[in-house]
């Protein structure tokens, strides 16, 4: 047999060969459904590809022009293929957004990859006009009351998933648009959440690291895509001071499909940072955070099948918060308390929720002491409010969103004074709030919302704010 025919017979024997698999990826195989099946395939191809590359070297003799243009064709498919397969081991090409094991949806992201890595965030921003300028301080205690603009945070969700059971996912936030040298009135870059988990059984898995505390609404869930308004609800960043993260470690898993839960032990609050405005700035956060004491915090939530959209739940934390310090020449233990409870109901195109969280601290009356200013034994917070998606009566076939909505808060982070101490009015607080959520697509949003708030000790000042939120 001449050079020629062996050759014109090699390459028919491998067209034919490879003939099923380059048709089937030509009209597009059915994409794999496990990681397993996706090795599989690369495999396979890659093995193909080899064989086919191979065959031609070792051709003596050029081959009639058709074929190899042929061969030359299929490679080319077979390798862009190859690539694709891989790309998709890492980032799939298709995400569900859907809020998983306590996180967001963007940030759950990672647990829907084959394995290795998921990128995700998540951005917000906003212009505030405040009604009535006066010089007074908004809600945070920090930026006076002027109009500003503000883009309050970019944020990069990075996880990596090394097996099937043990994963890692962060992430990282960038406030205020510049750290300010290190000034947080300007902005700084934190890391919010950073922790590894491992999965063991649906009843009891772990997870390690600087967590997320699962308490409220916001905590664990602050995309703005999924919350109503610019701002965040005053109750939970206050009385519950979100965003509140903790070294720690603990369980979270189903008891029930209906029926789940988060307990951790984390590094306890520093007393010495309370304040009449609560236990903000108590926080830890890991960053070189006192541990001389320790905490406990807990959450259970209840969804109940035979009501599709209902959630019922709560959480409590208790922890000393005295880090082993002298307050007024006085050790404290500080044991810190705070339990809240919640519901929210989600059909159709309403959505409500209400939540009410009720907090106490012990040894009040020598932190007063040692700090100047009356800071509250008992603290609470509660709040209500209901949306409603109307789009529907506007364009009966759309996929976009409009809601109005109405929220009412209700504070007080002095609802009861140590004995010797003077209460402070101001910090007994109301708030009324309407506004608009609207969205073009599911991940971007748009708000509008007028808030009036005022308090026992006279009343603050109102804004408007006007911005937009995103996820990725």
Do not use: C
């Not at 290795?116 to 951005?123: N, Q, R």
């Not at 915090?297 to 969804?303: K, L």
């Not at 003077?422 to 309407?434: E, G």
Request: aromatic residues 12%; proline residues 5%.
């Amino acid at each position: 047999m001449n050079t020629h025919k062996l050759l014109g017979s090699t390459l028919f024997s491998t067209f034919f060969a490879l003939s099923p698999l380059a048709e089937a990826v030509e009209n597009e195989l059915k994409k794999p459904q496990t990681m397993e099946d996706m090795w599989q395939i690369i495999q396979a191809q890659q093995q193909q590809i080899n064989a086919m590359k191979q065959k031609l070297e070792q051709a003596s003799a050029p081959p009639p022009t058709d074929q190899v243009q042929t061969l030359e064709r299929k490679t080319s498919v077979l390798t862009e293929e190859v690539e694709k397969l891989r790309t998709e081991l890492v980032i799939p090409e298709t995400i569900e957004y859907k809020s998983q094991y306590g996180l967001g949806p963007a940030a759950s992201k990672v647990y829907q990859v084959g394995k290795g890595l998921s990128i995700g965030g998540y951005g917000e921003g906003n212009y505030q006009n405040v009604v009535g300028n006066n010089g007074g301080r908004n809600d945070d205690g920090q930026r006076k009351n002027t109009d500003n603009t503000d883009l309050e945070r970019i944020v990069l969700y990075a996880g990596y998933k090394f097996t099937d059971n043990i994963l890692f996912n962060s992430e990282i936030e960038f406030e205020h648009a510049t750290t300010g040298e290190g000034n947080e009135e300007e902005g700084e870059v934190s890391v919010e959440f950073a922790a590894l988990d491992f999965f063991i059984d649906p009843l009891a898995n772990i997870r390690a690291g600087l967590v997320l505390m699962p308490m409220g609404f916001i905590n664990p869930i602050h995309e703005p895509p999924f919350f109503f308004g610019n701002q965040r609800p005053l109750v939970e960043r206050v009385i519950i001071p979100a965003t509140w993260r903790e070294a720690g470690v603990g369980l979270f898993g189903q008891i029930t499909p209906d029926l789940t839960y988060t307990a951790y032990v984390v590094s306890g609050l520093d007393a010495e940072e309370f304040s009449s405005d609560g236990i903000r700035a108590g926080r830890g956060g890991a960053s070189q955070a006192k541990a001389e004491s320790f905490a406990f915090v807990g959450r259970m939530d209840y969804t109940p099948s035979s009501v599709p959209g209902l959630m019922v739940g709560g959480s409590a934390y208790a922890g000393n918060a005295g880090q082993n310090q002298t307050f007024a020449g006085r050790k404290a233990d500080v044991l810190t308390q705070l339990y809240e409870a919640h519901v929210q109901w989600k059909y159709r195109g309403l959505e409500f929720r209400t939540l009410g969280s009720y907090g106490h601290i012990d040894d009040a009356g020598i932190l007063s002491a040692a700090k100047g200013e009356t800071i509250g034994e008992d603290n609470f917070g509660w709040y209500s409010e209901l949306g409603y998606d109307i789009m529907p009566f506007i364009l009966s076939d759309s996929s976009q969103y409009l809601a109005p909505f109405f929220r009412y808060e209700k504070l007080d982070t002095i609802a009861n004074a140590p004995s010797g101490f003077s209460d402070d009015a101001s910090k007994n607080q109301r708030v009324f709030q309407v506004g608009l959520n609207y969205k073009p697509i599911p991940n971007v949003v748009i708000k509008a919302d007028y808030r009036n708030r005022d308090s026992k000790g006279g009343d603050l000042p109102d804004d408007f704010n006007l911005g937009f939120g995103f996820i990725f």
